[in-house]
């Protein structure tokens, strides 16, 4: 394959003094771009990249993070950046995400200035590769742009190897591999690998008449680059591997899933005008288009830089590359548009690729394409290789082709009817169509400038700042420039909550989705505070904790905790918003109810006189008129009265108004409060207000829901209030600390919260159990979860633990009270206890089962069980003992070791070329004549 221009080995020192300016440049230039946030002490991180990447960036380094899902092995997480070199160089976040885009566009710089030997047209590339939407849009996913920025890397190595054959490029390459993947995103990594594949591949077939022997002995160093690159990763890959088999991610991946967030095609015009669909800050229309935000799907890399393109395109030459280039871009826009093109099943099918979503992040792929292709038509422009003519009508075509697209974008219904939703119309795009129109134009007048100056450093300049301008169209607008305060502090309340957390151990709980302004410490956030967490925000979460307590991969737990799960995750506080509606559900579709009663405290005395309860029924068609749903006891000074909801006419099932229940359901229907529709959902809430007996006003300090046992299905109770008839006051009983049922209870608010604190002593996270149950880990997390082991009886985690093996003596045996457990040292990665017992017991630790964790009793190797669906126990003799707990994980020894022989074997390969280059000139193989990528 040839360069735009000559170039020999012997100016390789120019090239590196120009890379270097390259990077001045590029410095210079993302700190003027991100001044405007940066000036206002703004942090580079909208969504994710505050709630997720900016504590990961900002922790301290640690291999087991214990603040989080009750431990977690951040070292195995990519996203946490563990093992990359710039998050040991880069401590502050901002430069951190900066640092990104000045790699991702000196290295594109560097690669096409190689090619063409232009300086202006390989600014230009860099701009369009590090500015075009793909980049920008995921400015908030630092994994994502941290990956890509190690493209252009792989694909000048893949080039360069193939001319000079020599241990430096080799060495590039792999170390290249090596860093994208690194860069914490696996889907980015994969798609660069796709990419440099496709580019080597290219090679190959243009060596093809060179014989087999030449051809394998090319390929054979290829796949070793990548090997090499792959083995250089591994202390970072064989650990992900391990943790991916355990995530909840794991599980069935479907066809959906692997085309949610692609491209869909009638959508393709924004790669015109990127706010054809609304959106962006500053935008008076909020986004109407797919997926709820173009941040995945966008695939933006200019209007005007198209006029370049279609000038590469035009002056094409034989062995040039374009041809390669422009399939590159073709076979891209095809995986963006997965969802809605013919080959979505193709590529669904294909290894690794299929276990993927938002195949639309293959914009990286079309916008590197596109930059190197409009730095091509660049350097032909500016070397005289496009004539006037063709400068124009390349002109014309972008501009017809600008103007179709989003003309009939604008025309059709669907678009009208989206867009009147969001309040705009044709007219409110006008302005944007013209824009890019008017940058078209714009970069057509400086190519012909550029082509026919005789000093082009002015013009070039010119060109570059329309390049700037045009690229501007979407990322200076996007939700980078309105990011959190870098100097955010907390409120002394939020302080004092923090310190008294820390004080006293345990961990809080974040129910739901934060009320708008959100708290200090959401999942992970609380990283930046030192405050340990049950939740924990990441895809790679293990399925045994999302099992086990609910808490998904946003980090939030949907449901009220039963006090099992509580008591388990040793918690000491739990938050929730006071627009959180949490219901709390009692019963079972699966057997006959048990004897169940929850209570919960009232924080002061409330006069009543009657109630209102919303409700509902399920799995309960075969319950008859009058039978009692469930009690509800009010605890007063002067006694206890009891108040039932009654089937038929205070509460119905659920589903009653369904074609397949009504003429089956035995009761009658109550009134309806609130129909329940969408996803094909059918079903109604009731509402009934029940007097207190003889409509008495009592004074009520405490509420207990009680559910009959022997009762079909269960009771979902989503509001129960108490009403004072003669003053017309309202108390909202909480829901979630009725579900809590502890009498350890005391409330307080703060900003919008309330926070529930258990008890008033230190929480410890470690206890002996004299007895265990051996079940199966769905019912072992089952019990966990709703505080109900498989036989219908209450789960209490202080006197019992649930094992998936035999534990022998301890099965069947109960104790009496057992000695509190010494924590004698704490560390991420290191636990000693010492324990004192009269009989064999279990100790068990409130933290995440991982196997990398290793249990020793008195000096002696020991089994460490997976314990109550998701943690950790050991069981230790009569006596007195110490347990010792060391996190040292046999994936990362291996991944260690091939990283470390990896890395020597790389340090080898220069002491050995420098000795093949003494060797005498005459003895050195010819160099191979330059091959052609593409034949006509």
Not at 201 to 226: D, E, I, P, Q
Not at 404 to 431: E, L, M, N, Q, R
Not at 466 to 495: C, H
Request: hydrophobic share 45%.
């Amino acid at each position: 394959m040839r360069s735009d221009t000559a170039f020999t080995a012997s100016e390789s020192v120019l090239h590196r003094a120009y890379l270097l300016w390259g990077l001045l440049f590029f410095t210079a230039f993302y700190l003027m771009f991100f001044s405007s946030a940066l000036l206002e002490q703004r942090l580079l991180a909208p969504g994710d990249g505050y709630n997720f990447y900016f504590p990961a960036v900002s922790m301290p380094w640690v291999l087991w993070e214990p603040k989080i899902l009750a431990g977690y092995p951040v070292f195995a997480d990519p996203q946490f950046f563990s093992w990359y070199p710039l998050r040991w160089i880069m401590t502050d976040y901002n430069a951190f995400v900066v640092s990104a885009y000045v790699i991702a566009s000196t290295l594109t710089y560097g690669y096409v200035f190689w090619r063409t030997r232009s300086f202006s047209a390989a600014i230009a590339s860099g701009i369009v590769y590090g500015t075009g939407s793909f980049m920008t849009g995921h400015l908030g996913h630092a994994s994502i742009i941290h990956s890509a920025a190690w493209l252009p890397l792989v694909v000048w190595s893949v080039d360069a190897f193939d001319r000079y054959r020599s241990a430096s490029w080799f060495a590039a390459g792999s170390s290249a591999v090596a860093l994208c993947i690194l860069g914490g995103h696996p889907q980015i990594s994969f798609y660069i690998l796709l990419l440099a594949g496709f580019l080597a591949s290219a090679k190959l077939w243009c060596h093809r008449t060179k014989g087999w022997t030449y051809l394998l002995n090319l390929a054979l160093f290829y796949c070793l680059m990548v090997a090499l690159g792959l083995a250089l990763a591994s202390i970072y890959i064989i650990p992900f591997i391990e943790l991916s088999g355990m995530s909840s991610r794991a599980s069935a991946w479907t066809y959906a899933d692997f085309t949610s967030y692609s491209l869909p095609l009638r959508q393709l015009p924004s790669a015109f005008v990127p706010y054809l669909f609304g959106g962006g800050d500053g935008n008076k229309v909020p986004y109407f288009g797919a997926w709820w935000g173009p941040t995945e799907i966008m695939v933006f890399a200019g209007t005007g830089t198209l006029v370049a393109v279609v000038l590469a395109a035009v002056s094409r030459k034989k062995g040039d590359d374009t041809i390669f280039w422009i399939v590159t871009v073709i076979v891209a826009l095809i995986i963006c548009t997965v969802g809605e093109n013919k080959l979505g099943r193709v590529l669904y099918s294909i290894p690794v690729l299929g276990s993927f979503r938002a195949q639309a992040r293959a914009a990286m792929i079309f916008t590197f394409a596109i930059a190197v292709l409009a730095g091509f038509g660049i350097n032909r422009t500016v070397r005289s290789r496009v004539s006037d003519r063709q400068i124009i009508v390349a002109g014309f075509i972008m501009l017809a082709a600008t103007l179709a697209a989003t003309s009939w974008v604008v025309s059709t219904k669907w678009w009208t009817h989206a867009a009147a939703a969001s309040g705009a119309d044709w007219k409110s795009v006008v302005p944007k169509i013209l824009f890019a129109c008017s940058m078209v134009i714009a970069t057509a007048i400086s190519l012909l400038v550029l082509r026919r100056a005789r000093y082009t450093a002015a013009i070039s300049a010119l060109l570059l700042a329309v390049v700037a301008i045009d690229l501007s169209q979407f990322g200076w607008l996007y939700e980078w420039r309105y990011g959190p305060s870098k100097n955010l502090t907390m409120s002394l309340d939020w302080e004092r909550f923090a310190k008294d957390s820390m004080t006293r151990g345990g961990r809080t709980l974040l129910l739901q989705e934060p009320p708008p302004g959100g708290t200090p410490f959401g999942p992970n956030l609380n990283l930046k505070h030192g405050v340990a967490s049950a939740n924990g925000y990441g895809p790679l979460e293990s399925k045994a904790y999302l099992d086990t307590t609910g808490i998904d991969n946003s980090g939030f737990l949907s449901e009220p905790p039963s006090s099992a799960m509580t008591e388990t995750l040793a918690v000491s506080s739990v938050l929730f918003g006071d627009a959180i509606s949490t219901a709390v559900r009692v019963g079972d579709c699966s057997r006959p109810s048990r004897k169940q009663s929850l209570t919960v405290r009232l924080p002061k005395t409330i006069y009543a006189s009657e109630m209102e309860v919303i409700s509902m029924l399920g799995c309960s068609i075969n319950r008859k008129d009058g039978e009692i749903a469930l009690s509800i006891r009010m605890t007063a000074d002067t006694g206890k009265v009891s108040v039932p909801l009654i089937v038929g006419r205070d509460t119905a099932e659920w589903a009653y108004d369904r074609a397949d229940v009504t003429p089956v359901v035995q009761h009658s229907k109550a009134a309806i409060y609130l129909p329940l529709t969408g996803n094909g959902m059918q079903g109604n809430r009731y509402i009934a207000r029940l007097p207190i007996p003889s409509n008495k006003r009592i004074p009520v300090n405490m509420v207990t829901v009680e559910l009959p046992a022997g009762n079909e299905g269960v009771v979902e109770l989503s509001r129960l209030q108490l009403i004072d008839a003669s003053t017309g006051i309202r108390h909202n009983i909480n829901l979630a600390e009725l579900a809590l049922n502890r009498q350890d209870i005391t409330t307080s608010q703060i900003e919008g919260y309330n926070v529930i604190h258990f008890g008033e002593g230190r929480v410890e996270s470690a206890w002996l159990v004299g007895k265990t149950l051996q079940l199966s880990s769905d019912e072992a997390a089952q019990s966990v979860r709703t505080g109900q082991l498989p036989d219908g009886s209450s789960f209490d985690p202080r006197s019992l633990a649930l094992v998936e093996q035999s534990t022998g003596m301890l099965s069947g045996t109960e104790n009496g009270p057992l000695s509190p457990v010494k924590r004698i040292e704490q560390t991420p990665v290191r636990q000693v206890f010492e324990v004192s017992t009269s009989a064999p017991a279990l100790l068990f630790v409130s933290e995440s089962y991982h196997p990398g964790w290793k249990a020793r009793v008195n000096g002696v190797q020991t089994d460490l069980l997976r314990t109550n669906g998701a943690f950790q126990g050991i069981i230790v003799p009569a006596g007195q003992s110490v347990v010792e707990l060391n996190f040292r994980p046999l994936s990362l020894a291996i991944g260690g070791a091939v990283t470390a022989s990896a890395a020597i074997f790389l340090g080898v390969l220069f002491p050995l070329e420098r000795a093949r280059r003494r060797r005498p000139l005459n003895a050195r193989r010819a160099p191979s004549p330059e091959p052609s990528l593409a034949r006509d």
